[in-house]
């Protein structure tokens, strides 16, 4: 299982852009990464999802190199709503994922 | 939108009761979860299903069940509630897209509290 590595917390300010990188070096060939965004007493909610390139949804793009070893979550524009754990999971098919820690990202007025 | 749904969202019990915390989801998903989470901690993964008759356990040790007998309802049960249970559990099912990935769909999860 590819193991993935992120900051623990980050810090921005309403109207900045966010990005989150994560670290995956053993990804497998046939992984995609998914990122899940999770507020305080609720379950996750998934983001954005891909396997190469790049993705772009209405809320987040996410950019991951050719090498496929990180992978990137770009938040256009945070606000205070924003504030929230963002999780990087790297899984296919019939493996379990594992959320890890997650990146506290924290947005100030 | 997923839909999935925890009860009790809520639940606050003594020492030494069993209960059982549900779980349902409407979607025909074949996989499904139950994750236990502390307050600003990691999410445990502490059982997982891949279909019907089919349990696992996680990568958390749990003396916690579960069963799996229809595919949209996965409970889990406690024989004699510690407050060293006390936690949030949430619940999440998935299904395969065409490319062969995962997506979790969360429900609100359930907060219990054993005295």
């Known amino acids: 299982l590819a193991k993935t590595t992120q900051p623990i917390s980050m810090d921005s300010y309403e109207g900045q852009e966010v990005n989150i990188t994560c670290s995956h070096n053993?990804?497998?060939?046939?992984?995609?990464i998914t990122w899940y965004q999770q507020f305080p007493s609720q379950g996750p909610r998934f983001i954005i999802q891909g396997y190469k390139t790049k993705v772009t949804n209405e809320v987040a793009s996410l950019f991951i190199p050719a090498d496929r070893k990180s992978s990137t979550l770009s938040l256009p524009r945070v606000s205070l709503s924003d504030t929230a754990v963002y999780y990087c999971?790297?899984?296919?098919?019939?493996?379990?994922?594992?959320f890890g820690r997650g990146t506290s990202l924290i947005v100030h007025p | 939108e997923a839909d999935i749904y925890q009860t009790p969202r809520y639940l606050v019990i003594g020492t030494g009761k069993k209960i059982t915390l549900e779980c349902s989801q409407t979607?025909?998903?074949?996989?499904m979860y139950w994750y236990q989470q502390d307050p600003g901690m990691e999410l445990h993964l502490i059982h997982y299903s891949y279909g019907v008759n089919s349990t696992e356990k996680g990568d958390l040790s749990s003396e916690s069940t579960v069963s799996r007998i229809r595919t949209e309802h996965f409970p889990l049960t406690l024989e004699s509630a510690r407050p060293s249970h006390t936690s949030q559990y949430l619940c999440a099912s998935s299904e395969y897209s065409r490319q062969g990935e995962d997506i979790q769909y969360f429900g609100a999860g359930t907060r219990l509290s054993v005295l």
């Open positions: 053993n990804i497998a060939t046939n992984d995609y």
């Open positions: 999971l790297v899984a296919q098919g019939s493996y379990i994922p594992t």
């Open positions: 979607m025909g998903h074949d996989k």
